[in-house]
Protein backbone atom coordinates (compact mmCIF):
# COMPACT_ATOMS: atom_id res chain seq x y z
CA UNK A 1 0.00 0.00 0.00
CA UNK A 2 1.04 3.49 -0.63
CA UNK A 3 2.65 5.37 2.57
CA UNK A 4 1.83 9.02 2.35
CA UNK A 5 3.87 11.18 -0.17
CA UNK A 6 4.52 14.31 2.08
CA UNK A 7 7.26 13.01 4.02
CA UNK A 8 9.14 15.95 3.53
CA UNK A 9 6.79 18.29 4.93
CA UNK A 10 6.51 15.61 8.34
CA UNK A 11 10.39 15.77 8.63
CA UNK A 12 10.65 19.54 8.29
CA UNK A 13 7.80 19.83 11.03
CA UNK A 14 9.59 17.51 13.39
CA UNK A 15 12.92 18.62 12.83
CA UNK A 16 12.08 22.00 13.57
CA UNK A 17 10.58 21.70 16.58
CA UNK A 18 12.47 18.85 18.64
CA UNK A 19 15.46 19.51 20.32
CA UNK A 20 16.28 15.90 21.67
CA UNK A 21 18.16 13.43 19.34
CA UNK A 22 15.55 11.58 17.82
CA UNK A 23 15.51 8.98 15.13
CA UNK A 24 12.41 8.69 12.11
CA UNK A 25 11.64 5.58 10.40
CA UNK A 26 9.33 3.18 9.16
CA UNK A 27 8.98 0.11 11.17
CA UNK A 28 8.09 -3.38 9.50
CA UNK A 29 5.29 -5.25 9.86
CA UNK A 30 3.81 -8.60 8.16
CA UNK A 31 2.07 -8.07 4.45
CA UNK A 32 4.90 -5.43 3.88
CA UNK A 33 2.47 -3.04 6.33
CA UNK A 34 4.88 -0.53 8.27
CA UNK A 35 4.57 1.94 10.74
CA UNK A 36 6.11 5.56 11.09
CA UNK A 37 7.73 5.76 13.98
CA UNK A 38 9.64 8.49 16.16
CA UNK A 39 11.61 7.59 19.08
CA UNK A 40 12.98 10.20 21.14
CA UNK A 41 16.44 10.20 23.12
CA UNK A 42 16.64 6.75 22.13
CA UNK A 43 19.71 5.85 24.36
CA UNK A 44 18.16 6.47 27.31
CA UNK A 45 17.57 3.75 29.91
CA UNK A 46 14.42 4.27 32.08
CA UNK A 47 11.12 2.87 31.73
CA UNK A 48 10.05 4.31 28.26
CA UNK A 49 7.05 5.62 27.25
CA UNK A 50 4.71 5.27 24.35
CA UNK A 51 2.42 7.15 22.83
CA UNK A 52 -0.61 6.69 20.23
CA UNK A 53 -2.83 9.65 18.81
CA UNK A 54 -6.46 10.01 18.09
CA UNK A 55 -8.40 9.63 15.43
CA UNK A 56 -7.41 11.49 12.26
CA UNK A 57 -4.06 12.99 13.93
CA UNK A 58 -0.64 11.99 13.82
CA UNK A 59 2.26 11.54 15.47
CA UNK A 60 3.05 15.23 14.92
CA UNK A 61 0.22 16.45 17.49
CA UNK A 62 2.89 15.40 20.25
CA UNK A 63 5.00 18.17 19.07
CA UNK A 64 4.52 19.77 22.11
CA UNK A 65 5.09 17.28 24.13
CA UNK A 66 7.86 14.71 23.66
CA UNK A 67 10.93 16.86 23.98
CA UNK A 68 9.73 17.38 27.74
CA UNK A 69 8.88 14.27 28.25
CA UNK A 70 12.17 12.75 26.41
CA UNK A 71 14.33 14.31 29.25
CA UNK A 72 15.24 11.05 30.91
CA UNK A 73 13.58 8.12 28.77
CA UNK A 74 13.24 7.06 25.59
CA UNK A 75 9.67 8.10 23.70
CA UNK A 76 8.14 6.89 21.12
CA UNK A 77 5.70 8.18 18.86
CA UNK A 78 4.22 6.37 16.53
CA UNK A 79 1.14 7.03 13.15
CA UNK A 80 -1.32 4.21 14.03
CA UNK A 81 -1.60 1.76 11.17
CA UNK A 82 -3.88 3.07 8.55
CA UNK A 83 -3.52 7.09 9.81
CA UNK A 84 -0.78 9.30 8.83
CA UNK A 85 2.44 8.24 7.01
CA UNK A 86 1.86 4.52 8.02
CA UNK A 87 0.44 1.75 5.66
CA UNK A 88 -2.86 1.95 4.54
CA UNK A 89 -4.28 -1.65 5.01
CA UNK A 90 -7.24 -2.97 4.31
CA UNK A 91 -9.52 -3.49 7.49
CA UNK A 92 -12.48 -5.87 8.45
CA UNK A 93 -15.96 -3.96 8.30
CA UNK A 94 -16.61 -6.03 11.37
CA UNK A 95 -15.76 -3.98 14.53
CA UNK A 96 -14.22 -6.24 16.45
CA UNK A 97 -12.19 -7.81 14.02
CA UNK A 98 -10.70 -4.30 13.18
CA UNK A 99 -10.16 -3.59 16.64
CA UNK A 100 -7.76 -6.68 17.00
CA UNK A 101 -6.08 -5.66 13.41
CA UNK A 102 -5.03 -2.36 15.28
CA UNK A 103 -4.19 -4.11 18.34
CA UNK A 104 -2.09 -6.67 16.69
CA UNK A 105 -0.53 -3.90 14.63
CA UNK A 106 1.03 -2.36 17.98
CA UNK A 107 2.23 -5.55 18.95
CA UNK A 108 3.58 -6.51 16.11
CA UNK A 109 5.46 -2.73 16.13
CA UNK A 110 6.67 -3.56 19.76
CA UNK A 111 8.19 -7.01 19.15
CA UNK A 112 10.29 -5.03 15.83
CA UNK A 113 11.03 -2.73 18.11
CA UNK A 114 12.30 -4.58 21.06
CA UNK A 115 10.29 -3.13 24.04
CA UNK A 116 9.59 -5.23 26.92
CA UNK A 117 7.74 -3.23 29.27
CA UNK A 118 6.55 0.37 29.12
CA UNK A 119 3.95 3.05 29.85
CA UNK A 120 1.04 3.06 27.14
CA UNK A 121 -0.52 6.49 26.81
CA UNK A 122 -2.88 7.01 24.08
CA UNK A 123 -5.86 9.82 23.38
CA UNK A 124 -9.24 10.12 22.48
CA UNK A 125 -9.30 6.90 19.89
CA UNK A 126 -5.98 5.84 20.86
CA UNK A 127 -6.67 5.27 24.21
CA UNK A 128 -9.44 2.88 23.30
CA UNK A 129 -6.40 0.84 21.65
CA UNK A 130 -4.38 1.54 24.19
CA UNK A 131 -6.95 -0.20 26.29
CA UNK A 132 -7.71 -2.78 24.25
CA UNK A 133 -4.06 -3.86 23.91
CA UNK A 134 -3.55 -3.71 27.11
CA UNK A 135 -6.68 -6.02 27.59
CA UNK A 136 -4.65 -8.51 25.56
CA UNK A 137 -1.16 -7.93 26.35
CA UNK A 138 -1.16 -6.62 29.60
CA UNK A 139 2.56 -8.32 30.54
CA UNK A 140 4.01 -5.11 28.04
CA UNK A 141 2.04 -2.27 30.06
CA UNK A 142 3.44 -0.90 32.77
CA UNK A 143 1.27 2.12 33.14
CA UNK A 144 -2.01 2.73 31.44
CA UNK A 145 -2.45 6.32 30.66
CA UNK A 146 -5.79 7.64 28.90
CA UNK A 147 -6.07 10.93 28.08
CA UNK A 148 -9.38 11.98 26.79
CA UNK A 149 -10.36 8.57 25.82
CA UNK A 150 -12.89 7.94 23.31
CA UNK A 151 -14.92 4.99 23.14
CA UNK A 152 -15.72 3.79 27.06
CA UNK A 153 -19.52 4.97 27.80
CA UNK A 154 -22.57 3.08 26.26
CA UNK A 155 -24.91 5.20 24.22
CA UNK A 156 -27.87 6.32 25.91
CA UNK A 157 -31.22 6.27 24.53
CA UNK A 158 -31.07 10.40 24.97
CA UNK A 159 -28.24 12.62 24.42
CA UNK A 160 -27.36 14.20 27.62
CA UNK A 161 -24.74 16.37 26.79
CA UNK A 162 -23.63 19.13 24.24
CA UNK A 163 -21.61 17.74 21.45
CA UNK A 164 -19.44 20.59 19.45
CA UNK A 165 -20.63 21.39 16.01
CA UNK A 166 -18.19 20.11 14.42
CA UNK A 167 -18.31 16.79 15.72
CA UNK A 168 -22.44 16.95 14.31
CA UNK A 169 -21.19 17.66 11.14
CA UNK A 170 -18.94 14.83 10.97
CA UNK A 171 -21.09 12.78 12.12
CA UNK A 172 -23.95 13.78 9.47
CA UNK A 173 -20.98 13.46 6.23
CA UNK A 174 -20.35 10.07 7.64
CA UNK A 175 -23.54 8.60 7.75
CA UNK A 176 -22.82 8.91 3.60
CA UNK A 177 -18.71 9.42 3.47
CA UNK A 178 -15.70 8.98 5.56
CA UNK A 179 -15.54 12.00 7.83
CA UNK A 180 -12.55 13.24 5.93
CA UNK A 181 -14.06 12.91 2.85
CA UNK A 182 -14.74 16.79 1.57
CA UNK A 183 -10.81 17.51 2.90
CA UNK A 184 -9.81 14.72 -0.08
CA UNK A 185 -12.19 16.05 -2.23
CA UNK A 186 -10.90 19.90 -2.06
CA UNK A 187 -7.80 18.78 -3.60
CA UNK A 188 -5.27 21.79 -2.86
CA UNK A 189 -8.03 23.69 -0.75
CA UNK A 190 -7.92 20.91 1.80
CA UNK A 191 -5.95 22.79 3.98
CA UNK A 192 -8.32 25.85 3.95
CA UNK A 193 -10.86 23.72 4.71
CA UNK A 194 -9.20 22.33 7.57
CA UNK A 195 -8.74 25.71 8.72
CA UNK A 196 -12.11 26.87 8.26
CA UNK A 197 -13.31 23.81 10.45
CA UNK A 198 -10.82 23.66 13.24
CA UNK A 199 -9.48 27.43 13.39
CA UNK A 200 -8.55 26.51 16.95
CA UNK A 201 -5.58 24.22 15.79
CA UNK A 202 -3.21 27.15 15.02
CA UNK A 203 -3.75 28.79 18.20
CA UNK A 204 -3.28 25.76 20.20
CA UNK A 205 0.19 25.13 18.31
CA UNK A 206 1.02 28.79 18.25
CA UNK A 207 4.03 28.24 20.76
CA UNK A 208 5.75 26.08 18.02
CA UNK A 209 4.39 28.34 14.84
CA UNK A 210 6.74 31.49 13.17
CA UNK A 211 3.73 33.54 13.36
CA UNK A 212 -0.10 33.99 13.06
CA UNK A 213 -0.23 33.30 9.09
CA UNK A 214 1.84 29.89 9.56
CA UNK A 215 -0.33 27.55 8.15
CA UNK A 216 2.26 24.51 8.89
CA UNK A 217 -0.31 23.15 11.31
CA UNK A 218 -3.22 22.54 8.70
CA UNK A 219 -0.74 21.23 6.06
CA UNK A 220 0.14 18.90 8.46
CA UNK A 221 -3.10 17.38 9.30
CA UNK A 222 -4.12 18.02 5.23
CA UNK A 223 -1.37 15.38 4.77
CA UNK A 224 -2.58 12.93 7.34
CA UNK A 225 -5.79 12.35 6.16
CA UNK A 226 -5.64 12.94 2.19
CA UNK A 227 -4.94 9.63 1.28
CA UNK A 228 -6.74 6.37 1.51
CA UNK A 229 -9.45 6.45 4.15
CA UNK A 230 -7.69 2.97 5.61
CA UNK A 231 -8.04 3.92 9.14
CA UNK A 232 -10.66 6.27 8.83
CA UNK A 233 -13.36 3.72 7.46
CA UNK A 234 -12.12 0.96 10.15
CA UNK A 235 -13.22 3.80 12.60
CA UNK A 236 -16.45 4.45 10.81
CA UNK A 237 -17.51 0.70 10.99
CA UNK A 238 -16.29 0.63 14.79
CA UNK A 239 -18.92 3.60 15.99
CA UNK A 240 -22.51 4.79 15.61
CA UNK A 241 -23.87 7.69 15.24
CA UNK A 242 -22.22 10.61 17.24
CA UNK A 243 -19.04 8.37 17.68
CA UNK A 244 -20.40 5.80 20.14
CA UNK A 245 -18.44 2.60 20.06
CA UNK A 246 -20.11 -0.30 19.25
CA UNK A 247 -18.05 -2.38 22.04
CA UNK A 248 -17.58 0.22 24.63
CA UNK A 249 -14.77 -0.35 26.55
CA UNK A 250 -16.26 0.30 30.28
CA UNK A 251 -18.14 -3.08 29.30
CA UNK A 252 -14.37 -4.59 29.61
CA UNK A 253 -12.29 -1.97 31.33
CA UNK A 254 -12.54 -4.31 34.67
CA UNK A 255 -10.61 -6.97 32.97
CA UNK A 256 -7.71 -5.42 32.33
CA UNK A 257 -5.13 -6.83 34.61
CA UNK A 258 -5.64 -5.45 38.30
CA UNK A 259 -2.27 -5.04 38.57
CA UNK A 260 -1.90 -2.23 35.90
CA UNK A 261 -2.48 1.10 37.47
CA UNK A 262 -4.51 3.48 35.07
CA UNK A 263 -4.15 7.10 35.23
CA UNK A 264 -7.16 8.74 33.22
CA UNK A 265 -6.51 12.32 31.77
CA UNK A 266 -9.35 14.63 31.26
CA UNK A 267 -9.78 18.54 30.43
CA UNK A 268 -12.22 20.50 32.24
CA UNK A 269 -13.66 21.88 29.33
CA UNK A 270 -13.85 18.76 26.93
CA UNK A 271 -17.06 17.93 25.42
CA UNK A 272 -15.84 14.00 26.53
CA UNK A 273 -17.68 12.95 29.67
CA UNK A 274 -15.66 12.06 33.16
CA UNK A 275 -18.22 9.68 34.17
CA UNK A 276 -17.10 6.81 32.66
CA UNK A 277 -13.18 7.29 34.21
CA UNK A 278 -15.23 7.83 37.83
CA UNK A 279 -17.38 4.45 36.51
CA UNK A 280 -13.67 2.49 35.89
CA UNK A 281 -12.30 3.51 39.49
CA UNK A 282 -15.53 1.54 40.70
CA UNK A 283 -15.41 -0.75 38.75
CA UNK A 284 -11.52 -1.10 39.31
CA UNK A 285 -11.61 -1.19 43.35
CA UNK A 286 -8.83 -3.39 43.35
CA UNK A 287 -6.93 -1.63 41.29
CA UNK A 288 -5.80 1.45 40.86
CA UNK A 289 -7.15 4.35 39.10
CA UNK A 290 -6.45 7.89 39.19
CA UNK A 291 -8.38 10.51 37.74
CA UNK A 292 -6.64 14.04 37.00
CA UNK A 293 -8.53 17.08 35.57
CA UNK A 294 -6.11 19.35 33.36
CA UNK A 295 -8.59 23.16 33.67
CA UNK A 296 -8.94 24.97 31.09
CA UNK A 297 -7.89 22.15 28.65
CA UNK A 298 -10.63 20.81 26.07
CA UNK A 299 -10.12 17.49 24.12
CA UNK A 300 -6.59 18.21 22.77
CA UNK A 301 -5.59 18.49 26.42
CA UNK A 302 -1.77 17.94 25.51
CA UNK A 303 -1.86 20.84 23.33
CA UNK A 304 -4.11 23.07 25.42
CA UNK A 305 -2.48 23.06 28.76
CA UNK A 306 1.17 21.23 27.94
CA UNK A 307 3.13 22.48 30.58
CA UNK A 308 0.33 20.83 33.12
CA UNK A 309 0.19 17.68 30.65
CA UNK A 310 3.97 17.11 30.88
CA UNK A 311 4.32 17.53 34.14
CA UNK A 312 1.71 14.91 35.34
CA UNK A 313 3.16 12.83 32.70
CA UNK A 314 6.30 12.94 33.31
CA UNK A 315 5.36 12.28 36.93
CA UNK A 316 3.51 9.39 36.44
CA UNK A 317 6.67 7.74 34.58
CA UNK A 318 9.13 9.26 37.54
CA UNK A 319 7.02 6.70 39.61
CA UNK A 320 6.87 3.73 37.14
CA UNK A 321 10.95 4.34 37.61
CA UNK A 322 11.04 4.34 40.73
CA UNK A 323 8.70 1.06 41.13
CA UNK A 324 11.27 -0.39 38.44
CA UNK A 325 14.44 0.10 40.71
CA UNK A 326 12.97 -1.31 43.55
CA UNK A 327 12.22 -4.45 41.86
CA UNK A 328 15.70 -4.58 40.12
CA UNK A 329 17.50 -3.68 43.67
Known sequence: MPLINNDKLYLNFISTVIKTHYESKYVPLEDNQKIRTLKVNPNATKVPLVMIHGFGAGLGFWA?????????????????????RSSRPHFSSKAEEAESQFVESIEQWRHQVGLEK?????????????????LKHPSRVQHLVL?????????????????????????????????????????????????????????????????????????????????KPSGETAFKNMNVSYGWAKFP?????????????????????????????????????????????????????YADQPDNFNKLVDKICRKEDRKTNAVTH
Open 64 to 84: MNVDALAKERTVYAIDVLGFG
Open 118 to 134: FVLLGHSFGGYLASSYA
Open 147 to 227: VDAWGFPEKPSELEFTIPWWVKALATVSRFFNPFAGIRAAGPWGPSLVQRFRPDLQRKYSRLLSDESDDTIFNYIYHCNAQ
Open 249 to 301: MIDRISDVDKNIPITMIHGSESWISVESSYQTKYLRKDSFVDIRIIVDAGHHV
